[in-house]
């Protein structure tokens, strides 16, 4: 699962917003949108933020993070060249 729908699927378990979410943590709505929607990712200290904000377990997001970047990484390695 990717990171966008792991965080928006975790928030609408919480039954928070975006605007909510976004409050608890200290960005705007557009930015939980944006990530919700795979137009950006999250740095991994708000990571941390939203695993905290959600109470979940910070290793879920994390080994879903780190699976993207690994494979952010392969797809820009097999275009070089």
Do not use: H, Y
Not at 13 to 31: F, G, S
């Amino acid at each position: 699962m990717d990171i966008n729908k792991n965080i928006k699927k975790m928030r609408t378990e919480k039954k928070l917003t975006q605007e909510e979410l976004a409050q608890k943590i200290n960005v705007t709505r557009q930015a939980v949108s944006n990530w919700e929607n795979a137009k950006t990712q999250p740095d991994l200290e708000t990571l941390i933020s939203i695993a905290e904000a959600l109470q979940v377990d910070f290793e879920a997001l994390l080994n879903v993070f780190l699976i993207f970047i690994f494979l952010f990484l392969i797809k820009i390695l097999t275009n070089v060249g």
